[in-house]
RNA sequence: GCCCCCAUCGUCUAGAGGCCUAGGACACUUCCCUUUCACGGAGGCGACAGCGAUUCGAAUUCGCUUGGGGGUACCA
């Protein structure tokens, strides 16, 4: 295949998962290294459970990973609809097919029955197989059955396509991460392709719309490679050129467990909500199971599809740990620039009056909390003190720092002598120093001087640099809170 | 149960027979810097799952065992 088509295929059962963030990742890495175009299609065959909210959240959040599609249900392209339930007329006529060239047959087995079979199946300790029963049904047989009003699935059929195409019952492909797979086609039971109601399977839609939109590989989860050995009896039953495959690891959380609800995010959206900066989130994902050829872990998308190898991925499952996202994000909250930090950071300000700063003293109240901040969100709890005229001192300050005969002495010192003092912060900073000098010879410690006055300020034990807090505060509030404090 | 995949520090990984007394990153930890917290800097701790086989030589090849994951639907 000349052209590299690749595709991201979500199924809107749910919010844009980390998982489907990687794998759509992945798949615009390997379509960016190799010029080539990068695709994405809805699948949602299972009416059930497909909403628009999660349709919206799909499109929004794949769009914030800066993941731009080529062709796709909103920006269109030669190979459409990219939808599939917009696509459904088209399946049947290519399930006709495969029942005219004999690779499949109506099935009108009741679901009760299938469920005996299964039974039957595990009481033996075997694997399940359809029992093939339905495969050479006279017309007379459909006819009462149909009479009866059962409605026929159609099912693939595997012994077929086995004879057809292959010398032996072992079906093997070429993974590009994983080398070599196989699968005893005996194991394989025939599936239903297109199911009673008239709408095709999964297992067959994927096939007819990656052939028809000319998908030269799919990059994919490993928990279809036992599809993809059912996807290929199809390609070949169609005639159609099969496309290479590649498996991923997949995503594990810290107990080795799917990862889900209850170990804390799971959508990409959630992850932005929580502070999480979505560059930070792309580089992360990208790293469990690529790893950069240079050694350095920090790269933006272009910067990575430069250096991607799809052979070099890890065939194993990675498990998703936040200690190194959480850096990560670090990391990328030192680089923005103060502006843009001073924007992302409003929605987790909500909850205080920004009005009581004037655009200079917000700056620098952002200049000097940033330095510790690892998710966006942090900073709600790191500026409590710059709001308000009041403040809420901590239990353990209180009984700690100043319950202390010291403090007392410090900060009855440091009114009569801030009052004088210009709330500049250089001024402060000098000020500060001497006043520092002058406990030290009194035998306080330099540190318990500043703790005091933090203390007294801020109502808690650590924070940002301190002249910088009393300059944006102001000498009325700073002093009017140490005199409330005394 | 049956089938498939995977297996290097706690985690993400480098490593494609000698360069490995196994390298990096995160986490943890010690020290330094310092008016606090933090940031930053310099160190430290820490792994080839087990057993066999091939080979002069194996983390790297093969087999078995164990462990983990996935699949086993008229879900995707």
Redesign the pocket.
């Known amino acids: 295949m000349e052209q590299v088509r690749v595709r991201i295929a979500p199924?809107p059962?749910g919010n844009l998962h980390i998982g489907t963030a990687r794998t759509a990742l992945f798949n615009y890495l390997y379509a960016k290294k190799n010029n080539g175009k990068y695709i994405l299609r809805i699948?949602?065959?299972?009416a059930e459970?497909t909403s628009q909210e999660y349709i919206d959240n799909i499109f929004d959040s794949l769009k914030a990973l800066g993941l731009s599609w080529d062709e796709g249900p909103d920006v269109g392209g030669e190979y459409g609809p990219y939808t599939?339930s917009e696509r459904f007329d088209i399946y049947p006529k290519y399930a006709q097919m495969l029942v005219e060239k004999g690779f499949a047959y109506e099935?009108?087995?009741?679901?009760e029955e299938?469920e005996a079979e299964?039974e039957e199946?595990?009481k033996n300790?075997?694997?399940?197989v359809?029992s093939k029963k339905c495969e050479n049904l006279t017309e007379e047989e459909k006819e009462k059955l149909r009479a009866e009003g059962r409605k026929?699935?159609i099912r693939f059929s595997v012994s077929k396509a086995q004879k057809a195409f292959h010398n032996s019952s072992m079906l093997k492909f070429n993974d590009l991460v994983?080398?070599e797979?196989?699968?005893?086609m005996d194991?394989i039971?025939d599936?239903?392709i297109m199911?009673?109601?008239g709408?095709p399977?999964?297992?067959f839609a994927v096939v007819i719309d990656d052939m028809l939109m000319k998908i030269s590989q799919i990059i994919r989860g490993?928990?279809?490679?036992?599809?993809t050995f059912k996807q290929i009896l199809i390609y070949e039953a169609l005639g159609a050129e099969i496309p290479q495959f590649g498996h991923l690891?997949?995503i594990?959380a810290?107990d080795?467990?799917?990862l889900s609800k209850r170990h804390g995010a799971t959508a990409v959206s959630e992850f932005v909500e929580k502070g999480y900066l979505i560059d930070a989130l792309v580089n992360f994902v990208a790293?469990?199971?690529w790893?950069p050829s240079d050694?350095n872990?920090i790269k933006s998308v272009d910067e990575i599809a430069q250096d991607f190898r799809i052979g070099?991925l890890?065939?194993?499952?990675?498990?998703f740990?936040y200690?190194?996202l959480?850096?990560m994000n670090?990391q990328y909250i030192k680089k923005l620039s103060l502006e843009e930090l001073k924007e992302r950071l409003k929605p987790f300000l909500e909850k205080y009056d920004l009005s009581e700063l004037t655009e200079e003293q917000y700056s620098r109240m952002v200049e000097v909390t940033r330095?510790?901040l690892t998710i966006l969100s942090d900073i709600t709890d790191a500026v409590p003190y710059f709001f308000g005229e009041n403040v809420e001192i901590e239990e353990s300050v209180k009984t700690d720092v100043l319950a202390a005969e010291n403090s007392k002495k410090v900060l009855k010192e440091f009114v009569e002598r801030a009052k004088n003092w210009s709330f500049d912060e250089e001024t402060l900073?000098h000020k500060?120093e001497e006043f520092?000098g002058f406990f030290k010879e009194q035998g306080i410690k330099?540190?318990e001087t500043?703790?005091a006055i933090?203390a007294a300020v801020t109502g808690r034990?650590?924070?940002?640099?301190?002249?910088a807090i009393l300059a944006i505060l102001g000498k009325d509030k700073v002093i009017k809170r140490v005199n409330q404090c005394l």
């Open positions: 199924s059962s699948e949602d065959t299972d459970r599939q099935c009108f087995c009741t679901p299938l299964k199946a595990t300790k075997q694997a399940y359809y026929p699935a994983k080398g797979l196989h699968q005893d194991l039971g599936f239903v199911k009673s109601n709408t399977t999964y297992n490993e928990d279809h490679i036992s599809n690891g997949m594990l810290p080795r467990s799917k790293l469990l199971g790893s050694g872990e070099e890890s065939a194993s499952n990675s498990i740990e200690d190194k959480n850096w670090s330095e510790p900073h500060l520092r330099p540190k500043m703790w933090r034990t650590r924070g940002a640099d301190m002249c």
